[in-house]
């Protein structure tokens, strides 16, 4: 969504309101959590909806 919004990982950081090593942890899927607040205020600023960004992943274990 960011590509296709033109828009840099620093840029989308500075609009959302969380540093940018914590939007990096959500951009490469190593984060275990968002918050409800986070994943609206970052939907708001691409203008898409969570299942645009979200993808889910089964536990292999």
Do not use: H, Y
């Amino acid at each position: 969504m960011m590509a296709k919004r033109k828009m840099s990982l620093n840029e989308l950081s500075e609009k959302v309101g969380i540093t940018l090593s914590n939007l990096s942890i959500l951009k490469t899927g190593k984060a275990k959590a968002i918050r409800f607040s986070t994943l609206e205020t970052i939907c708001k600023v691409l203008d898409c909806q969570p299942g645009d960004i979200l993808e889910f992943e089964k536990n292999i274990e």
